[in-house]
């Protein structure tokens, strides 16, 4: 997703999975949120950019994660435990989107300091709604930290 003069918020996806990606950034269009979308491709990546680490030392710090717990190289739930262990990235939300249904990753993921716990929808129009509820609680109804 290209960033605009109004967006307000910014995203950052984090999927090894090009498809989900995709589908992912066609759903923030779709959903009209006023958001700008970034995209690692696995755990390293992830924890780089969020660390503003070489090559992402000019990129933003996001105000929502999107998470995909099965991942090479880093995976979701490591992820989650580093972020929720670095002070500078702790208070950052960290929604995990998945196609994992199993209760121990559900409740890994709330131990570890998850915000939220959202099954990927196979359908175009269930991800829309989603991610649109997701981006509407989010950005309309909790105040973030600054």
Known sequence: MSADNESNFHILIVDDDPGDVELIKLALQEARLLCTASVANNGEEAMAFLRQQPPYADQ???D???LDLNMPRKNGKEVLA???DDLGLSTIPVVVLTTSDTERDVVASYQLG?????VKPVDIDELINIIRGIGNYWFSVVRLPA
Not at 114 to 118: D, I, L, S
Request: no cysteine.
């Open 60 to 62: 933003p710090v996001p």
């Open 64 to 66: 929502l994660v999107l």
């Open 82 to 84: 580093e972020m929720k």
């Open 114 to 118: 998850a915000a939220g716990y959202v």
